[in-house]
């Protein structure tokens, strides 16, 4: 096996318990160097606040005194969930490609050659930047009182763990095009290319129903349309909101005609998380 | 060598050879270190130094030949390997957002290291580079050299067999230089650590017990200092007098080897400074200055390639070194 394809560190290993303590551990050294970072930065807390704030208050009004009022729902209402995951979906994509600075300052480096595996790494890694996202997310909720959203505690506990099925899809998706990204310029192109066409194509910002098929088809492509609709559902089931309301704007992804219920929307975003989870692991296998 | 022990080598290799393309980047390196050895791998930049590192450190797979660090086969047995050395890169690889203590374990929970452990692991490792009192403090507010010195804690943290340094003083000033060549030999003697490391600082490969001198991917010496400088020859005296051609006429004439250079008269001697008195008497005209020079490692590399060293690093003919530098850099 001289010059071909990395092999795994150690093909013949077995899994010992001691072998398997070490690997959770490192897995967890890794979450913690995330959530330390996060917290060692405040101001970008702060300014991750910045962009919602905007669609919210900004947009979000100017919009509700262009289109009004439907059934007691107004704009800056419809968008709050919507504002809600795009603050996660930043927070995400951001805190995975960090990866790209790690390796820019070697830090990358000096986890790769220690006697982990990949795996352990990556799964660290994808659920640091979960937790972070789905606290930077969370703290949308303290807005809510300020458009008239009413957020319960059963509002909370959906909301937290929706948002972290989606933090937890997003980072191991931008984990892997982490991954294949060698210089941090490609930053510029992340944030044209992903970041923007996966916020507007998601139904954050518009309902995704009634658009036109070729609209209509893209939208279903986007992961983060599947994240959406459920945290929309969870702030609509809390508001009392008239039927005419709940029609114009509650609808979520359709395949072949039908809305998909929120399990199966679920199911999609666990299926695409752990798709590029494993992308993630084998990609970093072979950047040795 | 003091330090050697009756054990195996602590890095063995045989032939081994790394080709990137059609760029022979490593041309068939035998070595063997001894355990508790400091060995220095001396060359230009580009000459394969940290290719060879990176090979023995199971980053970069051999194209051919064998090598095992700690017992362990670099290819066959990378993760024992790893678990067994210790890295200091070339580059700053720390996070400057946690603290030094934080980086610390860090470092040894991927290598496995106890919860236990670790606290006291951190405590004795800062305190050998002289950083316990830094040990709550962000290292983005660390000096280079603190820095450097920081990594090779972190290197140290897991109690590595051997210790692989790569360039660990390019770049810092000769006092911090110094700093790390005390804090190496230290722990050497602390730690009975393998210390195997690459240098372009002629001064600084005095530091080891052994030299290898790299040049175009292959080893063209391995020795002591010492014995390196013996092996590169005779000390030369130089002669400035009032009639050079004349003082080389009668030098010749009792039997000494002397040419006329640009500024006076070279002699070659087994030992400059005795020869002194002997020259005087013999040279027959008045002598203006005596100079003598030991071969220095300078000399040693000159000798064995042909060139200076420095020149090399920075003349046009790098340039693919630079580049290739840089692609190692981002594995």
């Known amino acids: 096996m001289s010059t071909t394809a990395t092999a795994p560190l150690d093909r013949v290993q077995t899994l010992t318990p001691w072998r398997m303590r070490h690997e959770l551990r490192a897995a967890w050294i890794v979450w913690k160097r995330e959530l330390i970072r996060f917290v060692r930065q405040p101001a970008r807390i702060v300014t991750g606040l910045v962009q919602p704030i905007l669609f919210l208050f900004v947009l979000g009004t100017g919009l509700t005194s262009l289109v009004g009022e439907t059934g007691g729902l107004d704009y800056r209402k419809f968008i709050f969930p919507g ?3 795009m603050s996660v979906l930043t927070t995400a994509i951001f805190s995975a490609v960090s990866i790209v600075w790690d390796r820019e300052f070697g830090f990358l480096r000096e986890m790769l050659v220690a006697p982990v595996g990949r795996a352990s790494l ?13 606290i930077q997310g969370s703290i949308m909720l303290v807005l809510a009182p300020f458009i008239g959203v009413r957020v319960t505690a059963l509002v909370v506990v959906e909301v937290v763990a929706a948002s972290a099925l989606m933090a937890f899809g997003l980072t191991a998706f931008g984990v892997f095009v982490a991954s294949r990204m060698q210089k941090i310029e490609s930053f510029q192109v992340i944030m044209q290319f992903l970041l923007m066409p996966m916020l507007f194509l998601s139904g954050a910002l518009f309902p995704i129903t009634g658009l036109p098929t070729w609209l209509s088809v893209i939208t279903k492509l986007d992961p983060v349309a599947y994240a959406i609709d459920p945290i929309r559902r969870v702030f609509f089931a809390a508001q009392d909101l008239p039927a005419v309301a709940l029609v114009r704007f509650g609808g979520g992804v359709e395949w072949f005609g039908h809305v998909l219920p929120v399990g199966a929307e679920v199911l999609v975003l666990i299926v695409f998380s752990l798709v590029f989870l494993v992308l993630s ?3 970093f296998g072979k950047t040795d | 060598m003091k330090h050697e022990q009756n054990r195996e080598p602590a890095v063995e290799a045989t032939q081994l050879s790394k080709r990137f393309g059609d760029l022979d980047a490593v041309k068939g390196v035998d070595l063997e270190v001894g355990s508790g050895e400091i060995y220095a791998f001396l060359g230009p930049n580009g000459a394969g130094k940290t290719t060879t590192i990176n090979m023995l450190c199971t980053l970069l797979r051999p194209t051919s030949g064998w090598a095992s660090v700690a017992g362990h086969d670099v290819v066959k047995e990378r993760r024992a390997v790893r678990s067994k050395i210790g890295l200091v890169f070339q580059d700053r690889t720390l996070d400057d957002q946690l603290t030094a203590e934080e980086n610390l374990a860090f470092h040894a929970t991927l290598y496995g290291l106890s919860k236990e452990d670790i606290g006291d692991r951190i405590s004795s490792v800062l305190s050998m580079v002289g950083l316990a009192n830094r040990r709550k403090d962000l290292v983005g507010t660390f000096s280079g050299g603190m820095a450097r010195r920081l990594e090779i804690a972190r290197g140290l943290m897991h109690a590595p067999q051997v210790l692989f340094l790569d360039e660990p003083t390019i770049g810092l000033d000769p006092q911090t230089r110094a700093r790390i060549w005390e804090d190496v030999r230290r722990l050497r003697e602390e730690e009975g650590v393998t210390i195997f490391m690459t240098t372009h600082y002629m001064d600084e490969a005095e530091y080891a017990d052994r030299i290898a001198i790299i040049d175009h991917g292959a080893i063209v010496a391995t020795d002591t200092p010492t014995a390196l400088k013996g092996r590169v020859g005779l000390d030369t005296v130089r002669l400035a007098t009032a009639d050079d051609t004349w003082a080389v006429h009668s030098l010749t004439a009792a039997g000494f080897e002397a040419d006329a250079g640009e500024d006076g008269v070279i002699v070659r001697v087994p030992y400059g400074e005795a ?15 005596v100079s003598v020079h030991r071969p220095t490692l300078d000399d040693v590399f000159m000798h064995f390639t042909g060139r200076k060293i420095r020149e090399e690093a920075e003349s046009n003919g790098s340039a693919m070194a630079r580049r290739f530098a840089a692609m190692q850099r981002r594995r």
């Open chain 1, 83 to 85: 504002v809600l995951a």
């Open chain 1, 122 to 134: 990556v799964i660290g890694k994808t659920l640091g930047g979960t937790a972070v996202a789905t």
């Open chain 1, 281 to 283: 692991i084998r990609s």
């Open chain 2, 275 to 289: 020869a002194v008195p002997a020259l005087i008497a013999n040279v027959g005209v008045p002598v203006r200055l």
